[in-house]
């Protein structure tokens, strides 16, 4: 099989390098188990311990501060959850980022207790991005290094084309520097990700800059924004509350805020791309969307994830100018416990037939470093998905994994056996 212009719709190209270097803790069977890992000295940033990968469904107890206190009490501790929207941290770190029993939860993020009002160190969304505020930031060279290891990462994929989600002026100017000395064999397109409208005319000059000097391989594309969290660690925005909860997830954005940002990124020719993995998060976008256009402003609207959408929903994107970014690797994950999160919801969830019937566009993506960026899983979730009664894709999927203008990067192709890369053409030179 071949792939034209292989690309994966979904990623975070610098994390992809920096989490392959954390502490992995993927095979965590509970929280105590963490006693048997021993850090080195790359998995450390300055004083820093970074972790990434538990996955606390299926553990007997929550994650608590105690456990890292117990096995790490010096030095500060921050973990990442499997789906990048939590931190475990011990009580240095929570001490470090300022965090006590009388803290509050920040808009769109939370601050786990225990049955004592203790935080347990679970910080959540919101909450987590403030955590990282005060982890040391990483080193020019350290991000022309990761970007590197992540290119080599997407590349040995089968991937030579891929959308980053989360850029930043820092990654903007090394990804720059890069392609400059000839070393990208990936065609990019950017995002750069707001995390607050009081960064938005920032944001904005920053795209315009960008997309000035944009270089052969990178492509500016707009912004990209949270809305809601993720269904792991319940806190996609639900229309109904999570199972034996009074919880329906996190709002990032009130709505005042995030129709002024489709507003003027709109009006500067801008993408908005929303991460919106829960069905109330998607008819929300869908909702402003169209009140946006009764007020004559349109534009690209990106919707990223799309894991849950109802009928309705789909009904709204028809005639506008919206894109859907699916992965259907998160079935392989989130399977386990979808049914027992959120019940009936589950008829919604993985709508690629429901677009595919209602002629909406999408493509298909890993969102590495959260899931490995891989063809072969996207294929298998497909497959064991049917199986499992989520609807059918029609056709083949690889209609969905190459990216639809042939004249960027031309000749860069993919031949896939037994669906994995057996040759990688970039630009018409041989990379694998
Ligand atoms: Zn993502």
New binding site residues.
């Given amino acids: 099989m071949r792939i034209d212009a292989c690309f994966d719709s979904?990623v975070?190209w610098a994390a992809t390098g920096e989490f392959s270097q954390r502490l992995r803790l993927d095979g965590l069977k509970s929280a105590a188990d963490i006693a048997r890992l021993t850090p080195e000295a790359h998995h450390y940033r300055g004083e820093w311990l970074l972790g990434f990968g538990w996955d606390d469904n299926g553990w007997s107890e929550r994650p608590h501060r105690r456990v890292l206190d117990t096995w790490m009490p010096e030095r500060p501790v921050a973990l990442s959850r499997c789906d990048?929207h939590s931190l475990w941290l011990n009580s240095e770190a929570l001490k470090r980022a300022g965090l006590s029993k009388s803290s509050s939860d920040p808009q769109g993020g939370r601050l786990e207790r225990d049955h004592d009002g203790e935080l347990t160190g679970v910080v959540l969304d919101q909450a987590a991005e403030e955590v990282e505020k005060h982890i040391p930031a990483i080193s020019p060279f350290e991000m022309r290094r990761y970007l590197l290891k992540a290119m080599q990462i997407f590349n040995e994929a089968g991937f030579t084309h891929i959308r980053d989600?989360?850029c930043d002026e820092r990654q903007w100017n090394e990804a720059m520097r890069l392609d400059q000395s000839g070393v990208l064999t990936l065609a990019v397109e950017e995002y750069f990700w707001l995390k607050l409208v009081s960064d938005l005319d920032a944001q904005l000059e920053l795209c315009e800059r960008a997309r000035k000097e944009q270089t052969n391989n990178l492509r500016v594309m707009g912004l990209k924004l949270f809305l809601d969290g993720a269904l792991g660690s319940e806190g996609a925005w639900l229309s109904r509350c999570y199972h034996g909860s009074d919880n329906k997830g996190l709002i990032l954005w009130e709505k005042p805020a995030l129709t002024e940002t489709l507003r003027r990124a709109w009006e500067k020719g801008l993408h908005v791309a929303i991460?919106a993995i829960g069905d109330e998060a998607a008819d929300y976008v869908m909702n402003i969307a169209h009140e946006l256009k009764a007020a004559g402003h349109e534009g690209a609207l990106d919707i990223?994830?799309a894991e849950l959408v109802r009928p309705e929903t789909i009904e709204k994107m028809k005639g506008m100018n919206v894109r859907c970014h699916l992965q259907p690797s998160h079935w392989l994950s989130d399977q386990r416990w979808l049914q027992q999160k959120i019940g009936d919801l589950t008829a919604h969830a993985f709508p690629w037939r429901r677009l595919q019937e209602q002629a909406i566009p999408f493509d298909f993506g890993s969102?590495a470093p959260?899931e490995p960026a891989s063809l072969a899983r996207t294929f298998q979730a497909l497959r064991d998905s049917a199986e499992a009664g989520i609807p059918r894709l029609l056709g083949s999927p690889a209609s969905y994994m190459g990216h639809s203008d042939l004249s960027w990067a031309p000749n860069s192709f993919t031949l896939l056996q037994d669906e994995k890369p057996k040759q990688v053409v970039f630009r018409g030179e041989h990379i694998l």
């Fill in positions: 979904h975070h990048g989600m989360t991460h990223e994830h969102d959260i």
